[in-house]
């Protein structure tokens, strides 16, 4: 009944890098596009960066150049590379299929950049 884990995160000073890994149950892992999401209290629920099924990664304006998505393909996980880490990337990250379809967002996996 859990086919998505976030797992990655911490804490780390800006200018940092981190790597997210999103472990995909083997069921959806090749049959899906995927995408991460982050939030901060006080903030909606964004975007952050998303892959085809044929590997196009498209990223939000505020991470481009700076995060690369991609898959590990031996291991089903989607990966988020994050380097040059700002404050303002702070926040709760977690990832689904694109388009969404877990039922829940559950924990997500917590990053904060101290300033």
């Known amino acids: 009944q859990v086919y998505l884990a976030e797992s990655g995160g911490g804490l780390v000073p800006a200018g940092g890098s981190l790597t997210l890994a999103c472990a995909a149950h083997?069921?959806?892992?090749?049959?899906?596009?995927f995408a991460w999401y982050r939030q901060d209290p006080g903030k909606q629920r964004e975007l952050v960066a998303r892959i085809s099924r044929a590997g196009k990664a498209t990223y939000a304006d505020s991470v481009k150049g700076r995060f690369s998505i991609f898959k590990d393909n031996a291991k089903n996980i989607i990966n988020l590379q994050m380097d040059r880490l700002k404050s303002e990337d702070t926040g709760v990250y977690s990832c689904d299929t694109f388009p969404p379809s877990r039922p829940s967002w559950g924990q997500g996996t917590s990053v904060t950049v101290l300033e």
């Open positions: 083997a069921a959806i892992f090749g049959g899906n596009a």
